[in-house]
């Protein structure tokens, strides 16, 4: 028999998306086959702290490091105080199953290139990029990928909107729709960019497009190239937008794959996935975000997630599920992909 992978499933994190990011570590766990992997759970706390087999993931006590269903989980043999960073350089890839700023938006990468190890999804300059919605949309725009207009407002910059109403307000920095309103009127304006600085210091307002709300899920590293999934659109049923409670909450939402649209665009949708994809130099897996504009039909990007949620009923896991890849395939073909691009850069010169 083959000696098992061992990998580390990193997830927790001190972003508002903490919980979400401990909700879809548990699917990963469940998911991965024990037979194939030795999984070493890492949890980072809300405060920054970095522990080994949380209860929170399932794993044992903090000195514990092996996936407790395969039998009795081993001790590391270092000190606890030390153990994460020892765990972390004794795996074959680590799994950074978190969302949002300290964890997708290239910090842990930057640690795991230290490191040295393999690891699932974007690098550090993808993760950077696609996690600052004003960058990215400005590399998209240089890429000749539609985007929406925007507008960045930064410390010190009067708040304005240079839009008519309604817009959207947002963090530049972070997801799962935290810190973002709809505003609908110049009275709402203030307060909208006061809630959005309360986790980003600088901020989006978004001209608002009337249309289809699309996902679509991408695959690969450079060679061969990235797929992308069927895409599907999202009914947002008695909300107004596609909020946190349309996303999280049950019955929040529908997903429609494929999404009842033209061919012609259901493909515009997966090429233009794949486009944003190689532009932001993205490599494992993303979710491409779109609108269907009402007027034209034109596809217009919105944002792109390094790390979507990732729970087997997540949109990206469905989207690859109605596309012919169940969810453990997906999470073995992340981890070669992963293993794939740390071979591949081991052969540069520096």
């Known amino acids: 028999m083959s000696r098992r992978l061992r990998v580390a499933l990193v997830a927790g994190g001190r972003s508002s998306e903490h919980d979400i990011s401990l909700l879809s570590a548990r699917s990963v766990l469940e998911a991965l086959d024990p037979e194939r992997y030795d999984v070493v759970s890492v949890a980072i706390g809300r405060d920054g702290r970095w522990s080994l087999g949380s209860p929170e993931l399932g794993g044992g ?12 989980a081993e001790t590391l043999p270092v000190p606890a105080d030390r153990g994460t960073l020892a765990a972390l350089g004794a795996v074959d890839v680590v799994l950074p199953i978190l969302h949002g700023p300290f964890g997708e938006d290239g910090t842990v990468q930057g640690l795991l290139e230290l490191a040295d190890v393999a690891y699932v999804g974007a690098g550090v300059a993808a993760s950077a990029l696609a996690m600052d919605k004003d960058l990215f949309k400005k590399v998209l725009r240089d890429s000749g990928i539609p985007v929406g207009a925007h507008h960045a407002i930064r410390l010190g910059d009067p708040v304005e909107n240079p839009f008519g109403y309604p817009v959207f307000v947002k963090p530049a920095s972070l997801g799962s729709s935290v810190g973002i309103s709809k505003v609908h009127d110049e009275s709402e304006l203030g307060p909208a960019v006061a809630l959005a600085r309360r986790h980003c210091e600088k901020v989006l307002v978004e001209e608002f497009v009337a249309g289809i709300e699309v996902e679509c899920g991408v695959l690969g590293n450079r060679v061969p190239p990235p797929v992308a999934s069927l895409p599907g659109t999202i009914d947002t049923l008695d909300h107004e937008w596609y909020d946190f409670a349309s996303k ?3 019955d929040g939402m529908r997903l429609v794959i494929p999404p009842e649209l033209p061919q012609e665009t259901i493909e515009l949708v997966q090429e233009r996935s794949v486009d944003a994809f190689v532009a932001c130099e993205c490599e494992g897996l993303a979710r491409v975000d779109f609108f269907v504009r009402e007027s034209d039909g034109e596809v217009v990007v919105n944002e792109l997630n390094t790390m979507p949620g990732f729970t087997a009923t997540s949109v990206y896991a469905k989207l690859f599920e109605a596309s012919g890849i169940g969810y453990a395939e997906l999470l073995d073909r992340l981890i070669a992909l992963g293993l794939e ?8 010169e520096y």
């Open 61 to 72: 006590g903090p000195a514990l490091v092996s996936d407790t269903r395969t039998g009795p």
């Open 248 to 250: 999280y909450e049950d």
């Open 341 to 348: 691009r740390h071979e591949r850069r081991s052969q540069l």
